[in-house]
């Protein structure tokens, strides 16, 4: 199993330019999550979903936009590039088991850098 | 809402000495806590994690933590350090509402970055 994967790894954009961040996981998980990493300020929820057609916001949504058409993939789109915009994201996907949950699985992060 | 507050953006420690990192939560309900690790351009991996069946929690690469409630502290140690325990480390907090529903959402601290001397 692969796991998490995201891509891409890394990309520069340009203020105002759009781009949309990959997300699939191949380990049948339900919740999966996007979330933002800044230096210093730990990791903040973006948006999170449930399963499949059911999206939500999280602590820092503005900017962003989500859909989960299948419950492999969530794909974080940016409509309007800003610098405040330049961070590392990361998705993760859980399976949940009754209240007690299981750990969150990680992606490797994708750098982004909006000049 | 709860929140997550890690003492020390960056610990030192010389090899073999002890490692203490320090997490405190603030929730309204029975928390569960998870002690995440991230090593330089990688993704988070978890190291050990409270739901609850007991207080102390050992985790991998010999990490273990101590739920408190009295304290609301979740702190993270080790015994003895080692050269690969070097990178940064993140306490976080999963709340379930009243009916013990919780959509594992995290909230995480600011992380501690950790540095081990030789």
């Known amino acids: 199993n692969a796991g998490v994967t995201q891509t891409p790894k890394f990309r520069i954009l340009k203020i105002g330019q759009s781009m949309t961040l990959q997300c699939t996981q191949d380990?049948?998980?339900?919740?999966m999550y996007w979330y933002r990493q800044d230096p210093g300020m730990g990791l903040k929820l973006i948006y999170y979903?449930?399963?499949?057609?059911?999206?939500d916001k999280g602590e820092v949504p503005n900017g962003y936009n989500v859909s989960r058409s299948t419950t492999e993939d969530f794909p974080l789109r940016l409509e309007l590039a800003a610098p405040s915009q330049t961070s590392v994201y990361f998705c993760?996907?859980?399976?949940?088991?009754?209240?007690?949950?299981?750990?969150?699985?990680f992606g490797q992060g994708t750098r982004l850098t909006v000049v | 809402a709860q929140s997550v507050t890690q003492l020390g953006s960056h610990v030192s420690v010389s090899e073999g000495a002890l490692v203490l990192l320090r997490c405190n939560y603030s929730s309204s309900v029975p928390p569960y806590l998870f002690w995440y690790v991230q090593y330089p351009n990688q993704g988070l991996q978890l190291l050990l994690k409270y739901t609850s069946a007991a207080t102390l929690v050992k985790g991998i690469n010999g990490f273990e933590a101590e739920f408190k409630k009295s304290e609301t502290s979740f702190h993270l140690t080790k015994p003895s350090a080692h050269m690969s325990d070097a990178a940064e480390y993140f306490c976080a907090v999963s709340e379930a509402d009243a009916g013990g529903t919780s959509y594992g959402k995290l909230t995480f601290g600011q992380g501690t970055i950790l540095t081990v001397h030789p």
């Open positions: 380990m049948n998980h339900n919740y």
């Open positions: 993760a996907s859980i399976l949940p088991v009754g209240t007690a949950y299981t750990e969150a699985f």
């Open positions: 979903s449930v399963g499949a057609g059911i999206t």
